[in-house]
């Protein structure tokens, strides 16, 4: 059974940071690219980030470039996302998703992804 468990939300400042991670599990070789998603309350879900299956290739969105990194560890089958600067409208649930894609390019479109987590909230404080 392919699984995707997401971790690492929590209560954050602004400015904060945060580190999500996404353990993968069933998906038979390397071969998946990994995205990113949040939602908040109200919101559409909107792509965040996303890294193909090698790594090689990452994309973000505008409004994270700079402030967020994308990584994965094919060993570990674990894809992290690196939050720095963290701001209030980063709020909401983050979800990773993955893809069968053996290419070295990735996408940010939810509709491209078939697995999904259950996702890992991360609220804000002042």
């Known amino acids: 059974q392919r699984q995707l468990v997401e971790s690492g939300g929590g209560l954050v400042q602004p400015g904060g940071s945060l580190r999500l991670s996404c353990g993968a599990s069933g998906f038979t070789g390397d071969n998946y690219a990994i995205g990113w998603f949040r939602q908040a309350p109200g919101k559409e879900r909107e792509g965040v980030s996303c890294?193909?299956?090698?790594?090689?290739?990452?994309d973000y969105a505008d409004s994270v470039k700079g402030r967020f990194t994308i990584s994965r560890d094919n060993a570990k089958n674990t894809v992290y996302l690196q939050m720095n600067r963290l701001k209030p409208e980063d709020t909401g649930v983050y979800y990773c998703?993955?893809?069968?894609?053996?290419?070295?390019?990735?996408?940010?479109?939810?509709?491209?992804?078939?697995?999904w987590g259950q996702g890992t909230q991360v609220t804000f404080s002042s």
């Open positions: 998703a993955a893809q069968y894609n053996a290419q070295h390019v990735c996408v940010m479109g939810a509709y491209r992804y078939p697995y």
């Open positions: 890294i193909s299956s090698s790594g090689s290739t990452t």
